[in-house]
């Protein structure tokens, strides 16, 4: 009986204890909400989804009163993709008509000058509103020159140059026209782009709206990476704009080979003076040979002689 009183007067404490810890934590939560608020912002894969923030004023008391730097908080929420219908830009307002195509071309043939040929493509880009970017010409092993012409023209260009180009030809060995649509990837790029400058308008206000160190140098930190983003997605369709609104056509130029047998007249005092110097060199071998066995011949006597005393002696022992 003792026991279960104990045990009784024990788990009563606790249940106690634990009711008064309970309430504490209800009474502090909502004495922290009070009169509070949080400002968030959702950025997604394509920018800025949604935000909302009162400028950091607290209206519980019925005046425009800055709050401490105790009672705000930031939630910036970083997202793989965004929700269906989220996107801060109208799509319907996109022009899809124009197609955004990068198209480039290669060449490879003969022609009978490849120095002239260069000068020519050089001359054909700059009448087409194109400039060269690159060339550069060497010599074969055999004498012929070789070489390669990169130039770009504007897009609308792009056939009249390879026309003009296959002119010049002797032989075309190789031929291939490449087209890349880069229009949905621009497309992305420019809804992500108009994103990240809402993002940054929305920053600002509340960087205008800050009153402590601490708050401006927090959010001037999300400023500058969103400002870096920009950079970057504006030099992407910088990049886009340039090689869509410009061909590039490569050329590599050899020139033919012309092989010339000469014909050969007779001259028959050179075949004599040939005979003769082939007769001399034929005696020149005889000789050396004669020579080498005359060195090495005395060699056949010592061998007979040691031949000879040794048969002797073995039939001396017999």
Do not use: H
Not at 24 to 36: D, P, R, S, T, W
Not at 54 to 71: A, C, L, T
Not at 291 to 314: A, D, N, S
């Amino acid at each position: 009986m003792k026991c279960c009183e104990f045990m009784k007067t024990k788990w009563g404490k606790v249940v106690k204890i634990a009711a008064f810890v309970l309430l504490l934590i209800l009474v502090y939560g909502a004495g922290f909400n009070k009169g509070g608020y949080t400002t968030s912002y959702e950025e997604s894969y394509y920018g800025v989804v949604g935000s909302s923030y009162d400028d950091y004023y607290d209206y519980s008391e019925g005046e425009n009163k800055v709050m401490s730097e105790s009672s705000i908080s930031y939630d910036y929420y970083y997202d793989e993709m965004p929700s269906p219908g989220e996107s801060a830009v109208d799509v319907s307002q996109i022009d899809f008509t124009d197609a955004m195509i990068i198209k480039n071309g290669s060449l490879t043939m003969r022609v009978d000058s490849t120095n002239e040929s260069v000068s020519a493509i050089s001359d054909l880009a700059k009448s087409l509103g194109g400039y060269v970017s690159y060339s550069s010409t060497y010599e074969n092993y055999d004498g012929s020159m070789a070489g390669s012409v990169e130039f770009r023209v504007p897009a609308d260009k792009f056939d009249d140059a390879m026309t003009g180009v296959k002119g010049m030809a002797d032989v075309i060995d190789a031929e291939s026209v490449d087209a890349q649509d880069v229009t949905e990837e621009y497309i992305d790029l420019e809804a992500r782009l108009e994103n990240k400058k809402a993002l940054e308008a929305q920053y600002l206000e509340v960087l205008n709206s800050a009153t402590n160190v601490t708050d401006i140098l927090s959010v001037y930190s999300y400023l500058e990476s969103v400002r870096s983003e920009i950079d970057s997605l504006e030099g992407q369709m910088q990049y886009y704009e340039n090689q869509s609104s410009y061909s590039t056509i490569t050329v590599y130029l050899s020139e033919n080979i012309t092989i010339t047998t000469p014909a050969k007249d007779w001259r028959p005092v050179e075949v004599f003076k040939e005979a003769v110097s082939g007769w001399i060199v034929f005696l020149q071998e005889i000789v050396n040979f004669v020579i080498v066995v005359v060195v090495y011949l005395w060699i056949v006597p010592v061998v007979w002689v040691v031949v000879k005393i040794v048969r002797k002696m073995r039939k001396g022992r017999r």
